[in-house]
């Protein structure tokens, strides 16, 4: 769902790392793994603009032959979370209504660097009509 190819690029005895789908995030390795380890941190970074722009994420594209990068698993969850609160048209006070909170600890929820617990999520899921899964794959 949330799996962005990243393209690496040898520069200066380094790798450089870029997401097609999200401009915004740019990032450095030593070698590609490396730079694979630290495209999570830039690609989580990237989608917190467009998450504090309250402005829609952009899809991931499919380009064959590319590595892809998705944020973890708790980023992924506030990521999908904010995705359908846009797609229903919710602003972030509608949500504090009905969730019985005040519109801060709703910045805070959808905010990428902090943590936020599961079961708020998982509360903001259910006020929106829908509900998080979780799959080992």
Not at 39 to 63: C, N
């Amino acid at each position: 769902m949330f799996d962005y190819p990243v393209v690496l690029t040898p520069d200066n005895g380094a790798i450089l790392v870029t997401f097609p789908d999200v401009p915004e995030a740019i990032t450095f390795g030593k070698d590609d793994d490396d730079a694979l380890r630290h495209a999570v941190d830039a690609l989580e970074t990237g989608l917190s603009f467009y998450v504090d722009d309250r402005k829609a994420l952009p899809e991931p594209s499919v380009r064959v032959g590319l590595p892809t990068v998705r944020p973890s698993a708790l980023t992924c969850a506030k990521l999908g979370v904010y995705r359908e609160m846009l797609a229903q048209g919710v602003r972030k006070a509608d949500l504090a209504e009905r969730l019985g909170w005040k519109t801060p600890q709703v910045d805070r929820l959808f905010a990428l660097n902090p943590a936020a617990r599961l079961d708020q999520l998982e509360a903001a899921a259910k006020a929106l009509g829908k509900h998080i899964e979780v799959t080992l794959a």
